[in-house]
């Protein structure tokens, strides 16, 4: 493999991967509640 080619890989995959993991927790955080959800109680041998 070229080693020029290696490196720009290598780069762009620590370039990538912080961004994919800051937009994955910003689209994480606008969700609202606007109902309750209920909770269902069941029935079970371990409940």
Known sequence: MNIYLFW??????WAIVPLMIIKGKTDETPKLNT?????EKKKGWFN
């Open 35 to 39: 109902s309750p959800e209920v909770k």
């Open 8 to 13: 720009i890989l290598f780069l762009a995959l």
